[in-house]
């Protein structure tokens, strides 16, 4: 599992960024984003929902962190 650490990003540049990590991984892989922003760990996995791929966890971390998994499920590009 491949993590993105975008501490201190706020949207819509959580997502952005979440998409281009996703684009560079295979079909298959994972992604562990994690997110301070609280609009993130919600508009995050709402937009990879819609972009196509699954989430498969959220999970409130200590001090205002959440972490989000993410499968890249189709090709992108």
Known sequence: MVTLSLLGEVCPFTFV???LRLEELPVGATLRVVVDHPPAAQNVPRSV???GQRV????????GVWAIVIEKVKETR
């Open 17 to 19: 960024r979440t998409k």
């Open 49 to 51: 929902t819609e972009w």
């Open 56 to 63: 498969l966890s959220v999970e409130a971390e200590p001090e």
